[in-house]
């Protein structure tokens, strides 16, 4: 169960069958500040790298979630639509967003291990 | 925008932001703490529960000196100035010939032919140059420089403040006081910007940083940010320049009707002989294609400045000026400007966000009930 990460700070952790869940790292949440509104999309959607997704809302503005790979979004924690603050309090567990099955697998291996993304947000 | 050879200034309190946590923001100019490590909901709810302190030196801070000092002023707003008691402040608008309005403001008849402004950080250049363009021959103008203005505001602002300065206690909204903290003259109002209780200082800017150690000594004074500071004002339906107030609307089509001093309207002892008065005086007379009113959206999903409004059929109905959540009150809440007759027709209203339809009902402002203390 290898955990990667994207340079728009989304964790990715694989968990087998090319079925992986997404989330945003607690760097991302704090930059973001308080949460106050989580728009997922639809299971079922296809997703293709780089495109926006979901938008996550806090008090001052408005931010996309682009999707860091391709596939099928399988399910979605809806648990965020009536309590966005899991992503701040439990941004790695409870705050996870989709549950995505890669179309294209080998995309994992263009994203961060933990110790490069750790480098990644001190530059 | 920033011509190149103007740096980004930071107020005198700039290091104890840092020292704070706070995040740092460029905002009009300035390098402006946006929320500390608290973050923008609970500094909003400390300042609904105790009391936030604000550092808005920023702002511009204006000096009128002169016997013409309240007439000069009075042909650039449509508010009473000659009869502005000592000490008391009044809200008002400079407006532009085509009735429309170039900044609000705050002003404090100090005494002694003397006026005491306070203006928008983003505006105040534009404003002193206005201001010396127009009455610069009829009175002193003077911008001052070496001066912080912070903010504290909150149900317990008084006691915390009166544990300072003890004769504060006996001020009510909208009135000043000039008074000594340490030895320091200090200029203090009883007015804010959160629709709570509170006190603006205006304080000589090498003295700043002393009365902010001194105040946040208070176990109940927490350092509030622009992001809550915009939350509240929302929360309390205060027009912010640039988005409820500009210099394409007139105030009366901004709903500041209630700013227009009744002697400077139609009939009254001086009506009129400010820029734009025949406009706002039709405006006020005739009535206007649209408003700006109180929107509140359907579920949890913020609609924010700029979305278009529209009725069932698609018509476009107006705009977001203000929008976000407040914290407060749990949800999403907006201000916006509509035209009247759909309004008037109670037509069903929803705001475009990302292409979605968010259904959007008409409400009174504000929010939030305001909390000022009037004696």
Known sequence: MSIKFS???EWIQSQGDDLVVIGITDFAQEQLGDLVYVELPEVGDECSRGENISVIESVKAASDLVAPVSGTIIEVNSRLENEPELVTEDSMGDGWFIKVRLSSPEELDDLMDESSYNVFIEE | MMSKDQQIKTTPLYQMHLDAGAKM????GYEMPVSYPLGI????NHTREKVGLFDVSHMGQIRLVGINAKKALESLVPVDIIDLPLMKLRYALFTNKSGGVMDDLMVTNLGDEELFLVVNAGCKNADFDHLQS???????IEFLEDVALLALQGPLAHKV?????????EMTFMTAKKVAINGVDCLITRSGYTGE????ISIPAKDSEELAKLLLSNKEVEWVGLGARDSLRLEAGLSLYGHELDTKHSPVESSLSW??????????????NYLGSKTIMNHLDEGTESKVVGLQPEGRMPVRDGAVIEDELGNKVGIVTSGGFGPSINRPIAIARLQKSFIEKKAKLFALVRDKKIAVEVVSLPFVKQNYYRG
């Open chain 2, 134 to 140: 127009t009455i610069g021959d009829d009175c002193k």
């Open chain 2, 25 to 28: 923001v460029p905002f009009a």
């Open chain 2, 41 to 44: 909901k609970k500094e909003h």
């Open chain 2, 161 to 169: 403040l009166s544990e300072i300065v003890p004769s504060i206690s």
């Open chain 1, 7 to 9: 340079e728009d700070h």
């Open chain 2, 259 to 272: 700013a227009l001093s009744k002697i400077r309207r139609a009939g009254g002892e001086r009506e009129g």
């Open chain 2, 197 to 200: 209780d509170g006190f603006e």
